[in-house]
């Protein structure tokens, strides 16, 4: 089945330190996105990427980095410099025509203490 | 500029009610209204999407939603509420905009079903 895979599902990391997190996907969908969401807030774009090598930043894409050297995958990374990384993370695809939904991944809950 | 605003914070029913989660948006350019699903530490499932053919759209679990041009609103109904129901429902909008699409999330509303 094709879909979208994010791991790990729960991530626990001491404060200074970097994480990586892992978005796959097999929809072979050029567009791909990531997401923070807190409780109340919805949804927030960090970073999005509509072809392989391009990515733009979001709205809150300060202390993030991302990469996409595949069209499959878009990893993410939390900083040290992110000030609240606390948080759930949502990446999703889409065909890059403006009436394709997104197709989400199951999300990674990354706890930093 | 696109904006959503899903005008409940929260809306309560009982198992067996209708259900009726509303949804206003603006757009700057002929919009595509999508109404996704979310149940707890999970990701988000589109349940029916609005892309300028018939008005009233019919998605899955017995939802469905009707675009409203002159109101600016997609609402979304179920006749009769489900236990399984009771989740996140986010309303998107998505324009094309410079060439290129951007999305925008209402903030959600929480479906709480009562037996």
């Known amino acids: 089945d094709g879909g979208i895979t994010q791991s790990p599902k729960y991530l626990f990391r001491k404060e200074g330190q970097n994480v990586t997190l892992s978005c796959e996907q097999n929809?072979?969908?050029?567009?791909m996105y990531w997401y923070r969401q807190d409780p109340g807030q919805g949804l927030r774009l960090i970073y999005y990427s509509q072809i392989v090598n391009d990515f733009q930043k979001g709205d809150i894409a300060e202390g993030y980095s991302v990469s996409r050297e595949k069209k499959e995958s878009f990893p993410l990374t939390v900083t040290s410099a992110q000030k609240n990384p606390t948080a759930f993370y949502l990446c999703a695809s889409r065909e890059t025509a403006h009436n394709s939904p997104l197709h989400f991944g199951n999300g990674t809950r990354l706890t930093v203490t | 500029a696109q904006s959503v605003t899903q005008l409940d914070s929260h809306v309560s029913v009982s198992e067996g009610t209708p259900v009726l989660l509303r949804c206003n948006y603006s757009s700057s350019y002929s919009p595509s209204l999508f109404w996704y699903v979310q149940h707890p530490n999970k990701g988000l499932q589109l349940l029916l999407k609005y892309t300028s053919a018939a008005t009233l759209v019919k998605g899955i679990n017995g939802f469905e939603a009707e675009f409203k041009k002159s109101e600016t609103s997609f609402h979304l109904t179920k006749p009769s509420a489900h236990m399984s129901d009771a989740a996140e429902y986010f309303c998107?909008?998505?324009?094309?905009?410079?060439?290129?699409?951007?999305?925008?999330f209402g903030k959600g509303t929480m479906l709480l079903v009562s037996p």
């Open positions: 929809l072979n969908h050029d567009a």
């Open positions: 998107v909008v998505s324009d094309q905009n410079s060439g290129y699409s951007t999305l925008t």
